[in-house]
């Protein structure tokens, strides 16, 4: 049964420090975990997505009968205990879209979290309660994970910071996976502070020295027009801190189009997804939505030999795309390819939104490449983000240079 945040928010006589006005956590995840040590993180508090394994308590994928099927882990994800050993303080788990299968943000079973930066809009997903929960002010940051677009997505529509990292380079251990091959943990934050204070935790050092400023041009004109002035802005300022011209490209091979790409990223990934939880999901018979369903249905028709296929494919495109960036090249791209959507958009106008917006997130996915998405106002009012993408490896030094860019504007 879907509930809504004013049902949330009416079991909170329990003792939980957070008065969830906004509908972002889920009903198992409302405790807090003191830091294990002071550090640089002292002071600030964060939720985590429910995708992530924290000691004790169970993890619910944003499906009641995942919930009701697997063990209460023992162990905490890594990074967890990373930033609770740097001084920050756990306030609980926060909802996702069905195992993290989705960018818009609902949940039949939990509800749509309310997006405080945009109302009657949607707060983008599968990291909605962590963008919800972070846009409200109810703690400073939260964890979230990035597959094809779930943090940078929920990032541009709650006017937040976001980071997709580099594949790989934060552990996925006590992690849902969705798309192994895609799979990404990451963070956001509401102000630039914390997000570089969490970023100098989490983040190995990274030796790029950026050189080279691109703009992929397909990908920008997916872009709805509210998004051609910061667009244009943060190109100028990073021409103007790095000192070089920007280099507009065409990011594809030959004839393929960034919808090709995008395809080949779903099959791939939906084979993945398959391999996975196709056995958990044909043993249990889990409700799903209806649109996430249908995904489910098609990942179980991918047959093995176009599932290779397309991973040898994304592995050709993966290549092609590095060889683009080097270890000196940033692109400036949209994070997503619209404002938010109303909470009651048609079925169909969301699924046109979401093909646009897999378009532009599939660079970053494919090529396994960090990806910085900085918080901006359009001109109609509502949050939107530009990114930064930059080589594989290079996410400390890009989230220094997004903080840059943005300070000077």
């Avoid at 935790?201 to 397909?218: D, E, I, N, T, Y």
């Avoid at 958009?345 to 990806?371: F, K, P, S, W, Y």
Wanted: glycine share 10%.
């Amino acid at each position: 049964m879907t509930t809504t945040p004013q049902e949330h928010t009416a079991d909170l006589d329990s003792g939980f420090p957070i008065h969830d006005t906004v509908g972002a956590w889920v009903p198992h995840g409302r405790f807090v975990i003191p830091p294990t040590a002071h550090g640089p993180l002292d002071g600030l508090r964060f939720a985590v997505k429910d995708v992530f394994d924290v000691a004790g308590h169970p993890t619910g994928a944003g499906n009641p009968t995942w919930l009701a099927t697997h063990p209460i882990p023992e162990r905490s994800s890594p990074l967890v205990d990373t930033l609770l050993a740097a001084g920050a303080t756990l306030v609980g788990k926060v909802l996702t879209d069905e195992i993290a299968y989705s960018i818009n943000g609902d949940n039949i079973h939990y509800g749509t979290p309310i997006n405080v930066r945009a109302p009657g809009r949607v707060p983008g997903g599968s990291s909605s309660g962590s963008a919800a929960a972070v846009a409200a002010r109810l703690c400073d940051f939260a964890l979230a994970s990035d597959t094809g677009g779930s943090t940078r997505v929920p990032a541009s529509y709650c006017g937040l910071w976001g980071l997709r990292t580099t594949h790989g380079v934060l552990s996925r251990a006590g992690m849902v996976p969705l798309h192994p091959f895609f799979d990404t943990a990451t963070w956001l934050a509401h102000d630039a502070d914390t997000f570089r204070r969490v970023a100098e935790v989490l983040l190995p050092a990274s030796p790029h020295r950026f050189r080279r400023v691109l703009q992929p041009m397909a990908a920008c004109a997916l872009a709805d027009p509210e998004f051609t002035n910061p667009l244009n802005q943060v190109l100028a300022a990073a021409s103007r801190l790095l000192q070089t011209e920007v280099v507009a490209l065409t990011v594809t091979r030959g004839n393929e189009t960034l919808n090709d790409w995008r395809q080949t990223y779903v099959t791939a990934g939906g084979y993945e997804a398959w391999q996975a939880h196709g056995d958990w999901i044909t043993t249990h018979q889990p409700t799903f939505s209806p649109a996430i369903a249908g995904r489910w249905s098609d990942s179980s028709s991918i047959t093995d030999e176009a599932g290779q296929a397309a991973k040898a494919h994304i592995l050709e495109i993966r290549s092609h795309v590095r060889d683009l960036f080097g270890d000196d090249a940033i692109a400036v791209i949209p994070s997503a390819a619209s404002v938010a959507p109303a909470v009651d958009a048609a079925g169909d106008a969301v699924d046109a939104v979401r093909m646009r917006t897999l378009q532009i997130t599939c660079m970053a996915g494919i090529g396994g490449l960090a990806q910085v998405s900085i918080p901006f106002t359009g001109s109609n009012g509502l949050p939107l983000g530009i990114s930064l993408v930059g080589p594989a490896g290079s996410d400390a030094e890009l989230v220094r240079l997004a903080t840059r860019i943005a300070a000077s504007l």
